[in-house]
């Protein structure tokens, strides 16, 4: 049961906004904070910063 949730959770909607901001970031060599504001900008789907902060923690924990 524990592989089965941590596959839809990587899966989910909200992990995979985690993992394009934090793609976005490295691509274009911005912080995490000036990606999110550009995205609200923009009118894109976004994080906030602590929300982003709780799933990377939430995503080391499910590490197996």
């Known amino acids: ?6 596959k839809a959770w990587r899966q989910s909607p909200v992990n995979r ?3 394009e ?3 976005d970031s490295i691509i274009n060599k911005m912080s995490v904070d000036a ?3 550009k995205r609200r900008q923009e009118r ?3 994080l ?3 929300e982003f902060k ?3 923690d939430l995503n080391k ?4």
């Open 1 to 6: 049961k524990r592989f089965e949730g941590i």
């Open 17 to 19: 906004l985690y993992l």
């Open 21 to 23: 901001i934090g793609q």
């Open 35 to 37: 990606i999110i504001e």
């Open 44 to 46: 894109k789907p976004v």
């Open 48 to 50: 906030s910063f602590e």
């Open 54 to 56: 709780a799933v990377m």
């Open 61 to 64: 924990d499910l590490r197996y």
